[in-house]
T-cell receptor, first 110, second 114 residues
């Protein structure tokens, strides 16, 4: 079993829709959680960290469920520019080693 | 701030040749990571350093791969001999102790082994 797993998608949704993806992790001692965004042929960039209490940044909401060992990302009022691959990342118990999921591809259509 | 700098951007080589990838982390960052990305396996952590010392190399595929960090501003990932299955995008990333979670990635090296 992979340490961090994501549905690869693709998710193809119309502009303005709400879309959500989950990511599961296997190490119950994991300390930190993140969502990264990767555009085609580009490097990953941090979208947001995920805190235990859940956090929001504009149209983006991230949540952590430690009991079930998953994190989620919700995008509201999706824009064409949201089309990208979304990678979840999880650190180990030392908070130093960061492991990525394979990514979920999102495509927003007009 | 120049960001993480990787070279070369693209490398095409023949099977059996030695390949050296280079990375200059962001000044002041004390963590450096090497990742490999393929369609089949996603973004895999190969090795990471803290203060120039390798901390975890459990992701290094085999003895053909080696990584060094002789000083705080430079790291190399070497593959010798290279094989077609090594073809991938190799990313270097750095972060600081205070904000470990925010990885800054370089633009990557697209490696093709023929």
């Amino acid at each position: 079993r992979k340490e961090v797993e994501q549905d690869p998608g693709p998710f193809n949704v119309p502009e303005g829709a709400t879309v959500a993806f989950n990511c599961t992790y296997s190490n119950s001692a994991s300390q930190s959680f993140f969502w990264y965004r990767q555009d085609c042929r580009k490097e990953p960039k941090l979208l947001m960290s995920v805190y235990s209490s859940g956090n929001e940044d504009g149209r983006f909401t991230a949540q952590l469920n430690r009991a079930s060992q998953y994190i989620s990302l919700l995008i509201r009022d999706s824009k064409l520019s949201d089309s990208a691959t979304y990678l979840c990342a999880v650190s180990d118990s030392s908070a130093s080693k960061i492991i990525f999921g394979s990514g979920t591809r999102l495509s927003i259509r007009p | 701030d120049a960001g993480v700098i990787q070279s070369p951007r693209h490398e095409v080589t023949e099977m059996g040749q030695e390949v050296t990838l280079r990375c200059k982390p962001i000044s002041g960052h004390d963590y450096l990571f090497w990742y490999r990305q393929t369609m089949m396996r996603g973004l895999e952590l190969l090795i990471y350093f803290n203060n120039n010392v390798p901390i975890d190399d459990s992701g290094m595929p085999e003895d053909r791969f080696s990584a060094k960090m002789p000083n705080a501003s430079f790291s190399t990932l070497k593959i010798q001999p290279s094989e077609p299955r090594d073809s991938a995008v190799y990313f270097c990333a750095s972060s600081s102790r205070d904000r470990q979670e925010k990885l800054f990635f370089g633009s990557g090296t697209q490696l093709s082994v023929l």
